[in-house]
């Protein structure tokens, strides 16, 4: 396999500061915030790196197949560059299939506009952290749904955040 270098393993890291403006942002305008988890996130995306290996377990693949040579054709979790395709595969689909763009602040941070019922605009984000998913819009399920078309997203992991980056959350209104 070759040396991947440092900056081709970047996985999405949103900031922690980030996470906090976007959660303000969300109580200042009645706007609700709802999380998913994009589960075995790195085999949903190809790997930057070729890597292959010998197939030994004649029960797994049939006997005729050990000694063989297999590519591997997912990013998996140990290969240095799996956060990488991941961050990629979510970036593309992203901005090429949802209309989001990202943050020059924070690349992490996706955003596109939108418009509310009652027809006030404003900005539609997308905070990604790994593999966890975090949606602030006034119908936030509508934009989680719409990423889980592309991919796997756990059905029990979308709902309120409970706990987002190690902090403890809770929804708030403020008084009409």
């Known amino acids: ?12 890291v949103i900031s922690r500061e980030t996470v906090q403006i976007c959660f303000m942002f969300a109580a200042l305008n009645n706007l609700n915030i709802m999380m998913g988890d994009a589960g075995n996130a790195f085999i949903q995306a190809k790997p930057r790196e070729k890597c292959h290996v010998t197939i030994i377990d004649k029960q797994l693949f049939g006997p005729s197949a050990v000694g063989s040579i297999a590519l591997i054709v997912r990013a998996l979790y140990g290969m240095k560059s799996s956060g990488a395709a991941w961050r990629e595969t979510l970036a593309t689909v992203l901005e090429n299939e949802l209309g989001f763009k990202n943050c020059v602040a924070d690349p992490d941070l996706w955003m596109k506009e939108g418009t509310k019922k009652d027809g006030e605009d404003y900005y539609i984000y997308t905070c990604a952290y790994f593999d966890d998913l975090l949606c602030i819009a006034e119908d936030p399920r509508k934009y989680i749904m719409e990423i889980k078309d592309h991919f796997h997203i756990r059905e029990d992991s979308i709902e309120l955040p409970k706990m987002y980056l190690g902090a403890d959350t809770k929804l708030v209104r403020k008084s009409q």
């Open 1 to 12: 396999m070759n040396d991947v270098p440092s900056y081709a393993s970047y996985s999405p």
